[in-house]
């Protein structure tokens, strides 16, 4: 079944383009929104809660974009499996990707904490915003190399 994706992947520059087009789109709603979102955080007093509310739909839109890069990011894996196997660069890609999905859990809850009168709860909030705007960034200069190396 691989060898048959391959093929058809391989002999076929609409799939590519297709597939190629899901990941850079996917990557450009959820790492677009989350990158606005993280930079709004940055810049809000803290305790605003129209910056809060402005959250409170983000990160549905960012996980649609996730699932289009995931969904684009198998088939692109399932056509050069031999490859990205045994990339280091792919494996730190996937890394990279793990951290965001942990930060992002993180992030959902220093939001959740931010509604309270908790003191720290707004540090806590920029500094998931922090590590996602570095994870996002370091996972699209990632996902650029490894097609050159």
């Not at 305790?47 to 509310?53: F, M, R």
């Not at 088939?75 to 890609?93: E, G, H, I, P, Q």
Request: aromatic share 8%; proline share 3%; hydrophobic share 60%.
């Amino acid at each position: 079944m691989l060898a048959t994706w391959n093929e058809i992947y391989s002999n076929s520059a609409i799939w590519r383009t297709i597939i190629l087009f899901g990941h850079v789109g996917g990557l450009l709603l959820g790492a677009g929104c989350a990158v606005a979102a993280d930079r709004l955080t940055l810049l809000a007093p803290a305790g605003d809660t129209h910056q809060l509310k402005a959250l409170a739909g983000v990160h549905r839109v960012v996980l649609g974009g996730l699932a289009a890069m995931f969904v684009s990011g198998v088939l692109m894996l399932a056509a050069n499996l031999d490859t990205y196997l045994v990339s280091r660069w792919f494996w730190l890609k996937m890394f990279l990707v793990a951290m965001l999905l942990v930060n992002g859990v993180r992030l959902a809850r220093a939001e959740q904490a931010a509604r309270t009168p908790e003191p720290a709860a707004w540090a806590r909030l920029r500094s998931a915003s922090v590590a996602s705007l570095v994870l996002w960034f370091l996972i699209t200069l990632i996902g650029a190399v490894l097609p050159n190396v």
